[in-house]
């Protein structure tokens, strides 16, 4: 009994032996040993470009240093009805740059967006001057006895051509909006940037130091380039 486990054993060590000999000569791979891949080997997302809403901020504030107020009111319009800006931030945006655009542009700007807003009366504060009211008959009428009949029918004509209709496009924000009405320090440094880059040019010392700020903000260096790009346009 004790010679057959040790012919047993023996065998059991040379199958082992045997099958680590012809993995080797058949070129078998090493067993691969798993390993967690550094931080460096991740693929990390980095933004090219500015989205919607930093672009027209950016537009705001290149539009209002040069003082092209058709833009301007093209751009407002355009962000507003998008969703991207609201005309709180707007106002915001543009009352900032009393320093980056100068004084003479931002009033001009301001006094663009106050017609704008008295063309546009969607793009106003009180929303609820929107609502389609109508005269009332009976405000225009008065109690008509039925011994003049002839009479009231008369001024029932005269009172229905009178009824008047608010006829402004019925537009408000976007639910998610509404109540929206700051600007982040992000959105403020982004509009005086584009300010100042279309003001002093981008070669200059005090626009160098607002693009720092936008790194330290959060900004790549792509959307930085892409910035310089668009008022280079």
């Known amino acids: 009994m004790e ?9 059991v060590a040379l199958a082992v032996v045997s099958s680590g000999y012809l993995c080797t000569v058949n070129g078998a791979a090493e067993p691969i040993t798993k390993k967690a891949p550094s ?11 500015l989205n919607e809403r930093q672009k ?6 290149r539009y209002t240093a040069n003082g092209d107020l058709g833009s301007l009111r093209e751009t407002i319009i355009s962000a507003i009805e998008r969703g991207t800006l609201t005309p709180q931030e707007v106002s915001i945006a543009i009352r ?14 301001l006094a663009a967006f106050e017609q704008l807003r008295e063309e546009r009366p969607e793009f106003g504060v009180d929303y609820d001057k929107l609502v389609p009211k109508r005269v009332g008959l009976s405000a225009l009428l008065g109690n008509p006895t039925n ?19 608010n006829t402004f ?16 320090k992000l959105d403020r440094e982004l509009v005086a940037a ?28 792509q959307q930085i380039e892409y910035l310089e790009n668009m008022l280079a346009n």
């Open 56 to 61: 027209d901020l950016v537009e705001i504030g």
């Open 147 to 165: 011994s003049n009949n002839v009479a009231a029918k008369i001024k029932l004509d005269e009172a229905t051509a009178a009824v008047k209709y």
């Open 3 to 11: 010679t057959l486990k040790k012919v047993l054993t023996l065998a």
């Open 96 to 109: 900032q740059l009393y320093s980056a655009a100068g004084l003479k542009q931002m009033n001009a700007a």
């Open 194 to 221: 584009a300010a100042l880059g279309t003001r002093v040019g981008k070669t200059n010392a005090v626009f160098a130091s607002s693009k720092k700020s936008l790194t330290e903000l959060g900004l790549s260096p």
């Open 39 to 49: 931080i460096s080997e991740f693929n990390i997302y980095v933004p090219k470009e």
């Open 169 to 184: 496009r019925i537009k408000k924000p976007k639910p998610q909006n509404r109540n929206r009405s700051r600007l982040g």
